[in-house]
């Protein structure tokens, strides 16, 4: 029951926004931040800029799309096809909740 | 979003483009340009043949930054596309060096027509100071714009090879001053360059395979 529950030690803790999960693991987070701040990349930019190897960088980014926050997108450059990833507009909202949220949560230890 | 969250952004975005201008082929360029410069001046002093050729090769000097990246840097750094802010600030760099490149020409041109009144004492030394003058402070904006410092260093270095030349045609006995000046500057840009390229080369090795790995 919601009255046996223990009172918090920062009652304005139950307001403060959730921390988005999906974001909040750092290879991730790290990866969004790239993409915020370009238009978009191909995945050999994106694991120079992150240090990542192929197959950590490959699953962050699939679980990235399954939350509908990265789309792959197919062009061709020449005869050859050539994949780009960028943020969605969600992925772009949720990026900006993520830091809002995190600054509300830091500033409460304040 | 705050001040502190905003510069971390840039940092981000600074530090994204600062990885694609880390190959040393503009530079390379520019180095390019400084020597042609320097063995077409070589050529007019020493009257071995027509010199207005050599401008031709400055006209493809672009190719050398079109190839290497083409070739060597995206099969290395892969494709990215920066967001509205760069590229306006590219547009901006732009309109700097069309501008700067026109004001330099009008200065040459009025000075050449005698309309700026310069006394002859120093008049050997005023245009190539204000030529000088006007190539750093366009290389240094050009390096303010693309975040690459190494622009300050090469603006320096046609600053310096521009002022070298009456100094040297004054006290020294070269039959190609100019010729002397520009190409040492065009090497040390290039040997600079060449260091940058290396750089690159070794820490982005080729890919032996396609690192378009599929998303899971």
């Known amino acids: 029951m ?11 803790i139950r307001t403060t926004p959730a921390i988005d999960r999906i974001i909040h693991e750092p290879a991730r987070y790290q990866l969004m931040a790239v993409l915020y701040v370009i238009e978009s990349a191909d995945f050999l930019f994106l694991r ?19 939350a509908g926050y990265v789309q792959v997108k197919k062009e061709f450059v020449g005869k050859k096809p050539h994949t780009m990833l960028e943020l969605t507009a969600k992925g772009r909202q949720a990026f900006d909740a993520y830091r809002a949220a995190m600054q509300a949560h830091l500033e409460l230890g304040s | 979003m ?9 940092a981000i975005e600074r530090r994204a483009f600062q990885s694609t201008q880390d190959d040393g ?9 400084l020597i042609i410069l320097g063995i077409t001046a070589y050529i007019d002093d020493t ?6 050729y050599g401008y031709l090769f400055i006209l493809a000097s672009p190719l050398i930054v079109l190839l290497g990246k083409r070739y060597i840097t995206l099969p290395r750094l892969g494709r990215v596309r920066f967001g509205l802010d ?49 190539l ?27 002022l070298a030349i009456p100094i040297l045609r004054l006290h020294t ?31 982005h090795p080729r890919q032996e395979f396609p690192t378009e790995a599929p998303l899971a």
């Open chain 1, 2 to 12: 919601p009255e046996d529950r223990p009172p918090a030690v920062i009652p304005a």
């Open chain 1, 48 to 66: 120079n800029q992150t240090g990542m190897t192929d197959g950590n960088l490959s699953s962050h980014l699939a679980k990235l799309e399954k």
């Open chain 2, 2 to 10: 705050d001040t502190n969250e905003e510069n971390d952004l840039q």
């Open chain 2, 25 to 33: 082929f503009l530079e390379l360029q520019f180095g390019a340009i």
């Open chain 2, 47 to 52: 009257g071995i043949f027509n010199h207005y």
């Open chain 2, 86 to 134: 760069r590229q306006m600030r590219q547009a901006k760099m732009t309109l700097i060096l069309v501008a700067s490149v026109l004001a330099g020409l009008m200065i040459f041109i009025l000075g050449a027509m005698g309309v700026i009144p310069i006394p002859n004492t120093v008049r050997p030394y005023v245009m190539p100071a204000i030529i000088a003058g006007m």
């Open chain 2, 136 to 162: 750093f402070l366009t290389l240094a904006a050009m390096g303010y714009f693309m975040n690459n410092w190494r622009f300050v260093i090469i603006g320096a270095v046609f600053a310096g090879s521009e």
């Open chain 2, 173 to 203: 006995d070269l039959v190609s001053p100019a010729g002397v000046a520009l190409t040492t500057g065009g090497v040390l840009i290039t040997i600079m360059a060449a260091g940058v390229l290396a750089r690159f080369l070794r820490d």
